[in-house]
């Protein structure tokens, strides 16, 4: 079936730098990628939707500077969360799909801003 | 628009006895309901899908849904709970994707916790 690998799984960063999470599709190619965040007890929040080759979709409220999402190929998305601040801290799943597969979601990235 | 209501946020079981998830969903257009497991800081696996074809579902690990129209209803459940079980169900909507080259966004419910009591 299909596997969509997310990396870090977790990550600690200070306050005022950027983290990079990558999310690649091992077995197919994914078309579409979205990011979800995730907070403590809560269901998942889509954040934003990409599309391979075209600029990213932010939902409202999403702040597009601040998350940066490149879908260059059709099998890696990264998010880049620049100058993270505490509340940045959080849960963030990927999402890919394409071609006859439905949604494969990653295992997920724990991000700590300290 | 589009919504997923789960009744339930939490739900304890015994070990061996059948398990009920609620779910009901709003949508303006034939919707694609999908029901979704993660455990503890793990992202998320497919149970089963319901894409229009028969009302009743089934998936994997035993799990079946029913999609009822009438009461815009996708109830999740299983005859016989395991302790394996034990983790956060999400019931999932999405309009206008069912596969393919189109994919619309998901609205997820907000999650119910199962716990399986020995």
């Known amino acids: 079936g299909a596997v969509v690998s997310q990396h870090p799984s977790w990550v600690i960063c200070k306050s005022g730098t950027s983290v990079k999470i990558e999310c690649r599709s091992l077995?197919?190619?994914?078309?579409?990628m979205f990011w979800y965040r995730q907070f403590p007890k809560q269901s998942l929040m889509l954040m934003a939707t990409s599309n391979e080759g075209s600029k990213a979709t932010y939902e409202q409220g999403v702040e597009k500077d601040k998350f940066l999402i490149n879908h260059a190929s059709l099998t890696l998305s990264t998010l880049t969360v620049t100058s993270a601040h505490p509340e940045d801290s959080s849960f963030y799943i990927c999402?890919?799909?394409?071609?006859?597969?439905?949604?494969?979601f990653g295992s997920g990235t724990r991000l700590t801003v300290v | 628009a589009q919504s997923v209501t789960q009744l339930d946020s939490h739900v304890s079981v015994s070990e061996g006895t059948p398990v009920l998830l609620r779910c009901n969903y709003s949508?303006?257009?034939?919707?694609?309901l999908f029901w979704y497991v993660q455990h503890p800081n793990k992202g998320l696996q497919l149970l089963l899908k319901?894409?229009?074809?028969?009302?009743l579902v089934k998936g994997i690990n035993g799990f079946e849904a029913e999609f009822k129209k009438s009461e815009t209803s996708f109830h999740l459940t299983k005859p016989s709970a395991h302790m394996s079980d034990a983790a956060e169900y999400f019931c999932v909507v999405s309009v206008g994707a069912t596969g393919g080259t189109s994919y619309g966004k998901l609205t997820f419910g907000q999650g119910t916790i199962l716990t399986v009591h020995p």
């Open positions: 319901y894409t229009s074809a028969a009302t």
């Open positions: 999402s890919a799909s394409g071609g006859n597969y439905g949604y494969t």
């Open positions: 949508s303006s257009y034939s919707p694609s």
């Open positions: 077995d197919f190619q994914a078309t579409t």
